[in-house]
């Protein structure tokens, strides 16, 4: 009789190698917005969304079938540490435990950029969510209890949407973001909506978080 923990390994290889996931891209970049902005990352942005925001940046649905492996090799041609998991939707890609136990195991930093309406999953160590005002009423029903930080787009009457959300979501930074269309950014609008969240008397005592700007930094240098 064979090895029973040999077969058990060359089992398991078969089927990790049967694994395909849905991917656009993978590149080594800088983080461009947010937090950890100008932080080395290789990206790894999936296919698919459950969303459909009029102003998405992101051509989710043009993606191609790769196995772990493939993306394993192409992680570990580049230098960076902290991985983006991104997409279009991440949480949404199935068997993704699978490949965030791979780069776990090899001792990455894992990040993701979620809309925040589907669970994280254990392995990410930090966790950026961008709600969508446009979907409200989604996030009133479910979405992520815990973020390190939100980012919120302001599309429009985002105001009552930040405050919502300073309700329903523990964050260690909340941040808004103008809206790029057509290559035009509400950047003025934007500043102006900060400063009415952070007058707020509730802000001003510390009861309600500081929101703070964050430009999509990467596109304004014409880096990917
Ligand atoms: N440089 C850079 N930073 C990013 N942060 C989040 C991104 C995304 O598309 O999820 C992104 C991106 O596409 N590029
Ligand atoms: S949630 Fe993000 S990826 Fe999905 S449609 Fe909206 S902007 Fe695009
Ligand atoms: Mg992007």
Redesign the pocket.
Known sequence: MGNPNLILRIYGQLMRSEIHYNIVEIFESLQGEGFNTGMPSIFIRFGK?????P????D?NRFERWTLDQIMQKVRSYTAKNIIIT???PTIQPKLNVLLDQLKAEGYFLAIET?GLKPVPPQIDYIAT?P?RLYQHKYQQRGIPFAHEVRI?NDGDILPFCQQLEQQMQADHYYLSPREQQGEMNLLDTIRKLGELNQRPEALSGKRPKWQLSLQTHKLVGIE
Request: glycine fraction near 12%.
């Open positions: 969304c459950n969303l459909a925001c102003w998405c940046d992101t989710y997409g279009g939707e809309n961008s969508k787009v």
